[in-house]
């Protein structure tokens, strides 16, 4: 899993409640991001991050936020969970250039599966 | 209409088969195109990636891109039972990368 690691792995919590998942990098990439994974739809883009403390909104952003003040971890925050956010959710990380090539390429997480009650 | 679309399958197959994996796209500006091969409870693992027309090789994946038609695939030569797995595929441009929602391929011994 390119160096990519989740917590936690699973977790089942209440509608209200706020949850925190974290993806830690040892890759030393510059991009991280955070997808969210349901049946019939794909990977969906949340948030990502293009440095510390630089972050931006994805195609299904609202209800969550980020933050980044290391550049080997990326948090995602529901503040308050609801049903609609159980879902499978992804890190994933990229490097903008290899040999001078710019590319686009990313490398996933293992996920959290999330369950809301 | 969705961005990406993708045959949803299931496909099944008989080892040694050709195996062909398509998605089409609508928006002509999205230049990476990308194959990730996801098995079940796990992260989506990168398979091949292109960002121009034309096939690129790779041991037993070819990936083919169309930017006229906005047509891209993905052909499994002599597919083997560990190919078993969710394909997926993924276009768009830096930062808004649009996955289609896969296919899953199961190959039978």
């Known amino acids: 899993d390119a160096g990519i690691t989740q917590s936690p792995r699973h977790k089942v919590t209440e509608t209200g409640t706020p949850v925190t998942l974290r993806c830690h990098q040892t890759?030393?990439?510059?991009?991280m991001y955070w997808y969210r994974q349901d049946p019939g739809h794909g990977l969906r883009l949340i948030h990502y991050s293009y440095g510390v403390k630089d972050t931006d909104k994805g195609e299904v952003s609202d209800g969550y936020s980020v933050s980044r003040s290391k550049t080997e971890d990326f948090l995602l925050t529901l503040e308050s969970a609801t049903s609609s956010q159980t879902s499978v959710y992804f890190c994933?990380?990229?490097?903008?250039?290899?040999?001078?090539?710019?590319?686009?390429?990313?490398?996933f997480g293992p996920g959290t599966r999330l369950l809301v009650l | 209409q969705k961005e990406v679309e993708q045959d949803p399958g299931p496909l099944s197959v008989p080892e040694g088969a050709i195996v062909s994996l398509n998605c089409t796209y609508s928006n002509s500006a999205f230049q990476y195109f990308m194959w990730y091969r996801q098995y079940s409870r796990k992260g989506p693992e990168l398979l091949m990636y292109?960002?121009?027309?034309g096939n690129k090789e790779d041991g037993r994946f070819t990936a083919q891109v169309d930017k006229s038609s906005k047509y891209i695939s993905l052909f499994i030569r002599d597919s083997q039972p560990s190919d078993s797995a969710t394909y997926l595929c993924?276009?768009?441009?830096?930062?808004?990368?649009?996955f289609g929602a896969g296919t899953r391929l199961t190959v039978k011994p």
């Open positions: 994933a990380i990229s490097e903008r250039t290899s040999g001078g090539l710019l590319q686009e390429t990313q490398y």
């Open positions: 993924a276009i768009g441009i830096l930062n808004d990368m649009r």
């Open positions: 292109t960002y121009s027309s």
């Open positions: 890759e030393n990439h510059r991009y």
